[in-house]
T-cell receptor, first 113, second 113 residues
Framework: GNSVTQMEGPVTLSEEAFLTINCTYT??????LFWYVQYPGEGLQLLLK?????DKGSNKGFEATYRKETTSFHLEKGSVQVSDSAVYFC????????????FGKGTRLHILP | DAGVTQSPTHLIKTRGQQVTLRCSPK?????VSWYQQALGQGPQFIFQ???????QRGNFPDRFSGHQFPNYSSELNVNALLLGDSALYLC????????????FGSGTQLSVL
């Protein structure tokens, strides 16, 4: 079936470290891919998206590239800040069907000052 | 511009009871989706409402039902509560059923004792 798998957390890094959170997906057709972020006590916010192969989504210093050959959409940031501490969810949207969003389990990120 | 608002923020119920959660979508949005987020998991799609009708449904039993009003606000009802219904319930809104960019509320934390 259609699903999203992302690396388990928590991930703990020091400020200014390089971040990678791995995400792979299984889907029929060509889904749109998303990263959502959930800060403590808040709802999910769209961080970035990519709608077709080789697209790169970017926002707030975060980037992710839609890799169809490896069915991956890894999230990266060159220099993390304490304020990036949150839970990050990789997700996909099934094309031309019921249009619902399927989320991964989330990866908690802790950034130490 | 108000975002997605949900009420109440927290709720405690006992097994067998019924609960109603409420959601007001972002201004200008006409589509409301509900998600269940169990502790440590990603959000799971419950259903979507558009033009006052349920348009799509995830793998949830009939105990979960909803409603959308002419002003686009929505309610989620859960009957015969089970301990396993304890979760964060998220409402998300969008325009014209297009889920490329969902806006989420902060959620209602439901505890079933």
């Amino acid at each position: 079936g259609n699903s999203v798998t992302q690396m388990e957390g928590p991930v703990t890094l020091s400020e200014e470290a390089f971040l990678t959170i791995n995400c792979t997906y299984t889907a029929t057709g060509y889904p749109s891919l998303f990263w959502y972020v959930q800060y403590p006590g808040e709802g999910l916010q769209l961080l970035l998206k990519a709608t077709k192969a080789d697209d790169k989504g970017s926002n707030k210093g975060f980037e992710a590239t839609y890799r169809k050959e490896t069915t991956s959409f890894h999230l990266e940031k060159g220099s993390v800040q304490v304020s990036d501490s949150a839970v990050y969810f990789c997700a996909l949207r099934l094309p031309n069907r019921d249009d619902k969003i399927i989320f991964g389990k989330g990866t908690r990120l802790h950034i130490l000052p | 511009d108000a975002g997605v608002t949900q009420s109440p923020t927290h709720l405690i119920k006992t097994r067998g009871q019924q609960v109603t959660l409420r959601c007001s979508p972002k201004s200008g949005h006409d589509t409301v989706s509900w998600y269940q987020q169990a502790l440590g998991q990603g959000p799971q799609f419950i259903f979507q409402y558009y033009e006052e009708e349920e348009r799509q449904r995830g793998n949830f039993p009939d105990r979960f039902s909803g409603h959308q009003f002419p002003n686009y606000s929505s309610e989620l009802n859960v009957n015969a509560l089970l301990l396993g219904d304890s979760a964060l319930y998220l409402c998300a809104s969008s325009l014209d059923r297009v889920n490329e960019k969902l806006f989420f509320g902060s959620g209602t934390q439901l505890s079933v004792l």
